[in-house]
């Protein structure tokens, strides 16, 4: 079945506990990308990648990190967690930065 | 900057009523166009797309788009609404050459009334 899956689900850490988000897609798609949704403000962009080792800044990058380096893989890697970075966090995968995105369902962190 | 505006933050229908949902963009050429929804503690799947052509797209469960340019427009449609199509809805766009930058709407929440 494609998809893309995230791991863990749901998340509880306290302040400056570095963590990581997985992310991962069977679809062979060259772009991956991380969103972050909050109440009111919709999903907004941490992150993007066009291709293997290729990775550029959406609109809220900071505080956050990220690497490429296998096609299918993305983690989202929070250095020093802080309580304004709890949200639900969505990774997405499509064929190019162009076409639909698949998205994966979803993690929950909460940061005390 | 460009930006994507969905100015219904909460609509409610009754089951069987039609649907509207509005969606604006402020781009300087004509953007791709997508329509995806997020049922409650899920992720989001695509209902449709516009990248060209015809303007009014047909969507999955029933749904349709038409794409605007004079209005820059891209309102989502129901003739029929059904209690399992409550969820939030999400307009977005990614402008064409760019760096592929997928921008959301903040999301329009249906409550439907049975």
């Known amino acids: 079945e494609a998809q893309v899956t995230q791991n863990p689900r749901y998340l509880i850490t306290v302040t400056g506990k570095k963590l990581t988000v997985t992310c991962s897609q069977n679809?062979?798609?060259?772009?991956m990308s991380w969103y972050r949704q909050d109440p009111g403000l919709g999903l907004r962009q941490i992150y993007y990648?066009?291709?293997?080792?290729?990775?550029d800044k959406g609109d809220v990058p900071e505080g956050y990190k990220v690497s490429r380096k296998e096609k299918r893989n993305f983690p989202l890697i929070l250095e020093s967690p802080s309580p304004n970075q709890t949200s639900l966090y969505f990774c997405a995968s499509s064929r190019t930065g162009e076409d639909e995105q698949y998205f994966g369902p979803g993690t929950r962190l909460t940061v005390t | 900057a460009q930006s994507v505006t969905q100015p219904d933050i909460h609509i409610t229908v009754s089951e069987g009523a039609s649907l509207e949902l509005r969606c604006n963009y402020s781009y300087g050429a004509t953007p791709y166009l997508f329509w995806y929804v997020q049922s409650p503690g899920q992720g989001l799947q695509l209902l449709l797309k516009?990248?060209?052509?015809?303007?009014l797209v047909q969507g999955i469960k029933g749904f349709e788009a038409e794409f605007k340019r004079s209005q820059s427009s891209f309102n989502l449609r129901k003739p029929s609404v059904h209690w399992s199509d409550a969820a939030e809805y999400f307009c977005?766009?990614?402008?064409?050459?760019?760096?592929?930058?997928?921008?959301f709407g903040t999301g329009t929440r249906l409550q439907v009334t049975l």
């Open positions: 977005a766009v990614v402008l064409t050459g760019t760096a592929s930058k997928l921008t």
């Open positions: 990648s066009m291709n293997v080792e290729v990775t």
């Open positions: 679809m062979n798609h060259e772009y």
């Open positions: 516009y990248f060209s052509g015809d303007t």
